[in-house]
């Protein structure tokens, strides 16, 4: 595909497309330039202006995302905005906005823009908004998160507790969600000064960190032996 790209666009369209995609298979620091790649290419809009215009948000929504997991919170604001300025141009084409808003969201709080209530504010519409799936588990995880940055204890708590029986009920497999919810119950019992829990449950995610094999595995299981490591000195 890479030597017919250069004489086909149709073939240029679906290799960029394939860049974007980058983050699902390569670690951010690999990612980050080939989905830059995908941006540069769509926003030209050189063949197909309504798929290319699709791709773009697409692109810069994955990038932001990419940039945030590297720290560079300021970038990936900037490309969310400008996403988010292609969706109001044409929300009735794009699909799947509350990716986009959740990782506005982030971006805007990391980069200094939100406090940790308006970010908790700000990620219950993306919970409550009837864009997504219906369960939007993954959006609850990050309210989670803001909530307890907020110090809204009590409410992050509850959440962490309803988002533990549907894990428990629907039999849940996917390792992402199930690590989210470990790592909020260990920083719950933290913030609560039950250290004791704190390092039980942290504990209990080893086998679930050992185990994952998404591309930043190595960051997820360095994290938990590091704080291991600090749980030892405490």
Same mark, same amino acid.
């Given at each position: #595909?890479?030597?017919?790209?250069?004489?086909?666009?149709?073939? +240029? $369209?679906? @290799?960029?497309?394939?860049?974007?995609?980058?983050?699902?298979?390569?670690?951010?620091?690999?990612?980050?330039?080939?989905?830059?790649?995908? &941006?540069?290419?769509?926003?030209?809009?050189?063949?197909?202006?309504?798929?290319?215009?699709?791709?773009?948000?697409?692109?810069?929504?994955?990038?932001?995302?990419?940039?945030?997991?590297?720290?560079?919170?300021?970038?990936?604001? !900037?490309?969310?905005?400008?996403?988010?300025?292609?969706?109001?141009?044409?929300?009735?084409? *794009?699909? /799947? @906005?509350? &990716? *986009?808003?959740?990782? %506005?969201?982030?971006?805007?709080?990391?980069?200094?823009?939100?406090?940790?209530?308006?970010? +908790?504010?700000?990620?219950?519409? &993306?919970?409550?908004?009837?864009?997504?799936?219906? !369960?939007?588990?993954?959006?609850?995880?990050?309210?989670?998160?803001?909530?307890?940055?907020?110090?809204?204890? $009590?409410?992050?708590?509850? *959440?962490?507790?309803?988002?533990?029986?549907? %894990?428990?009920?629907? !039999? &849940?497999?996917?390792?992402?969600?199930?690590?989210?919810?470990? +790592?909020?119950?260990?920083? +719950?019992?933290?913030?609560?000064? !039950?250290?004791?829990?704190?390092?039980?449950?942290?504990?209990? #995610?080893?086998?679930?960190?050992?185990?994952? /094999?998404?591309?930043?595995?190595?960051?997820?299981? /360095?994290?938990?032996?590091?704080?291991?490591?600090?749980?030892?000195?405490?």
């Amino acid at each position: #595909m890479l030597f017919r790209s250069r004489y086909d666009p149709e073939a +240029a $369209a679906l @290799l960029q497309i394939q860049n974007r995609r980058s983050g699902a298979i390569a670690v951010p620091e690999i990612a980050v330039t080939r989905v830059a790649e995908a &941006v540069t290419y769509f926003r030209q809009a050189a063949s197909d202006a309504t798929r290319d215009r699709l791709e773009l948000y697409r692109s810069l929504t994955n990038q932001a995302a990419t940039k945030i997991r590297l720290g560079r919170d300021a970038e990936a604001l !900037d490309h969310a905005r400008e996403a988010e300025q292609i969706a109001l141009d044409a929300p009735e084409a *794009l699909a /799947r @906005l509350d &990716v *986009l808003a959740s990782n %506005l969201t982030l971006a805007a709080y990391r980069s200094g823009v939100l406090t940790a209530a308006e970010a +908790a504010a700000q990620q219950r519409g &993306v919970v409550e908004s009837p864009e997504g799936g219906d !369960d939007k588990f993954l959006h609850r995880t990050n309210l989670v998160a803001f909530l307890l940055l907020a110090a809204q204890d $009590a409410q992050a708590t509850a *959440l962490i507790d309803e988002l533990g029986d549907e %894990l428990r009920r629907d !039999d &849940v497999s996917e390792s992402y969600l199930l690590f989210y919810w470990h +790592a909020h119950r260990v920083a +719950a019992a933290a913030l609560d000064g !039950d250290v004791e829990r704190a390092q039980a449950l942290h504990q209990e #995610m080893a086998p679930l960190s050992a185990s994952v /094999r998404w591309p930043t595995a190595a960051y997820a299981r /360095r994290r938990q032996r590091s704080e291991e490591h600090t749980s030892e000195l405490q």
